[in-house]
């Protein structure tokens, strides 16, 4: 993994200066290259072919590089490659990108496996290509000043927003933090600056950009032989020159991983838990248990409320966006633990493989909907009574979404205002003859997975050097298994996760348990220890944004969650809020 950066002129010294903004996502090398028309810079996290030679930007003939991922299937492309006679002198699968669209050009895109951020200058057509993988695990921004006729891109939102005058507040996106403590929109938080959806390719020219969306899910409905395809799609992953890590719980995603690695990858490796002192510690327990049983060496990492304290502000400022997940404080403090370069996660199991209850009242309410039983009778809550009523597969998204289920944030978020089934628009299609939990299950991939577990991923281990790895998010699994049939994927006599449970049952018999959840204490460390500095952060003295919050309303808010714990995930995402309008004098 590594930082990327580049404009359309040539300024050394401005380079430089984003450059040291994404310095911590590539500590190993760094490299520019300029010309009249294009300025390039790359910083490296040396992961294949550590040489020298495969640094970059990478320069091939008339094609410059710059490249943020892996790309897992480089040495089959580059034995096709040798074949139709390129001659290559590094190993680096950067090499094969470049090889491949010259060979290829944009059709080259699809056939990479893999996660990345690309940048490729073709100087002979004087264009620039963005493009970023189809789930979205590798971030790319880019600004362009019409008037000016400047266009900026980068791995980072602060190298951009550093190269604009008027840094305004998007309050659409603003809205959309408020409605699922994260922004699914394609423009950022700040006006102007906007995302490389996942498959979209940017071309810049002339002082123009033409948007395409070059990459698309080509979905599986039948799978043969299923447990021999995961296993070789995970292996995929496991490419590395350096040594790697698993980010392990008491799960059943993580210690799936743990089994096929330990079988495929023929080397010993370490793993990490998380646990919380004064809180729960199931997974933390459970994952040095396993770590034992397989004979592998576990390093746990115990977090308290001082950790808290001590690290959020630098967290929301590394974050970049708002984004109101709890778990980020774990993610922050395990990434100065790990001393390997890759770490693998289980992130994204639940999604393709229905690890929430939620999904069997989805499953459950839609199919009774679409074969007309029991309109009528009160065999169900209110709720789910009007659930019934519901005419597509966006209205079950919202209607099951966490931070959406809530009115509460009207009284705090000042503009605050529902979003609904009408406002909600897909990159990649939502069609309504699909079933509906599988649609569901394809718009949590696409938001709140995609916005919030991989941008933090992303942002608050790249921000140690440390590249996640994510082998449930590989598109060939989400392809293979997302839309498979929905009857596979629920049993309402089992575990969540039926599917997967009993294609791997012999090697999770001994490594999982109930499934208890990442929960952190956050909600009693907020009636107790972290009480004072919740009052401290949200109010006016520490920042005063009363354009955009309620502070009178927040007190009582904070008074009220002492008694009952009213509600901690929105108080975080409160606390969240407010320290990202300091940071950028938002008022």
């Known amino acids: 993994m590594c930082g990327i950066n580049g404009f ?20 190993d090398a760094n490299g520019i290259f300029k010309n009249n ?16 030679e495969a640094n970059q930007p990478f320069t091939d003939d008339y094609l410059t590089i710059t490249f943020n991922g892996e790309i897992y299937n480089y040495k089959e492309l580059k034995e096709k490659l040798i074949l139709k006679g390129h001659k290559f002198k590094t190993n680096s699968d950067t090499e094969v990108i470049v090889k491949l669209y010259k ?10 496996s893999g996660i990345f951020a690309i940048a490729i200058w073709d100087e002979n057509y004087q264009k620039l290509k963005l493009i970023r993988d189809i789930v979205g695990v590798k971030p790319l921004y880019y600004y362009h000043n019409v008037n000016e006729k400047k266009f900026y891109f980068s791995s980072l939102i602060k190298p951009i927003i550093k190269n604009k005058d008027n840094n305004g507040l998007n309050e659409r996106a603003l809205n959309q933090y408020a409605n699922f403590w994260h922004n699914d929109l394609s423009e950022t938080i700040f006006k102007d600056v906007h995302k490389v959806q996942p498959g979209e390719l940017i071309t810049f020219h002339k002082n123009k950009i033409d948007k395409k969306k070059i990459l ?4 599986v409905y039948n799978v043969t032989n299923p447990k ?33 690695m330990s079988k495929k990858l023929n080397k010993k490796f370490k793993t990490y838990s998380v646990g919380f002192k004064n809180g729960s510690n199931f997974d933390a327990d459970t994952a ?13 990492v115990d977090i308290s409320s001082s950790d808290f304290i ?5 967290i929301v400022e590394i974050m970049e966006e708002p984004v109101g997940n709890q778990n980020s404080i774990a993610n922050y403090i395990l990434s100065k633990r790990i001393n390997e370069k890759v770490l693998f996660t289980g992130d994204g199991g639940d999604e393709i493989f229905t690890g929430y209850d939620k999904y069997k009242s989805i499953y459950l309410l839609s199919n009774f909907k679409k074969l007309g039983f029991i309109k009528n009778l009160n065999f169900f809550s209110k709720k789910n009574s009007d659930r019934l009523k519901f005419n597509n597969s966006k209205e079950y998204y919202l209607s099951f979404s966490e931070a959406n289920l809530m009115n509460d944030q009207k009284d705090y978020i000042n ?7 009408q406002d909600l628009n897909f990159y990649h299609d939502i069609k309504n003859e699909d079933p509906v939990l599988n649609n569901v299950m394809f718009m949590d991939l696409q938001t709140w997975i995609q916005n919030d577990s991989l941008a933090r991923n992303d942002k608050l281990f790249m921000d140690s050097g440390i590249e996640v790895r994510v082998p449930f998010l590989d598109h060939k699994i989400i392809e293979k298994f997302l839309f498979m049939s929905e009857h596979k994927k629920i049993n309402f006599f089992k575990s969540n996760k039926p599917f997967i449970r009993k294609l791997f049952g012999k090697e999770l018999a001994n490594l999982t348990r109930k499934k208890q959840g990442f929960n952190s204490p956050f909600a009693s460390w907020l009636q107790n220890e972290l009480f004072d500095f919740a009052k401290e952060i949200l109010s006016k003295e520490y920042h005063n944004a009363e354009k955009y919050l309620n502070y009178e309303n927040i007190n009582k808010f904070i008074n009220r969650h002492k008694d009952d714990k009213k509600n901690s995930y929105l108080l975080w995402s409160l606390i969240v809020l407010q320290i990202f309008f300091k940071k950028y004098n938002f008022n």
């Open 310 to 314: 001590e690290n959020i502000e630098k």
């Open 288 to 300: 040095e248990n396993n770590s034992k049983l397989l004979n592998f060496e576990n390093e746990r």
């Open 216 to 219: 698309n899910f080509n979905f």
């Open 37 to 52: 028309n294009i300025t390039l810079s790359h910083n490296r996290l040396s992961i294949i072919d550590l040489s020298r």
């Open 228 to 260: 021999t395809e995961i296993e070789r799609i995970f292996s995929k992953q496991f490419v590395s020159d350096v040594p790697v890590a698993l980010s392990l719980s008491g799960g059943v995603d993580s210690n799936l991983i743990f089994s096929i």
């Open 415 to 421: 503009k605050f205002s529902k979003i609904t089934s």
């Open 8 to 27: 359309n002129f040539s300024d050394v010294e401005k380079i430089k200066k984003m450059m040291s903004m994404t310095a911590s996502r590539g500590p």
């Open 103 to 112: 060979e290829y050009e944009d059709k080259s895109f699809n056939m990479l």
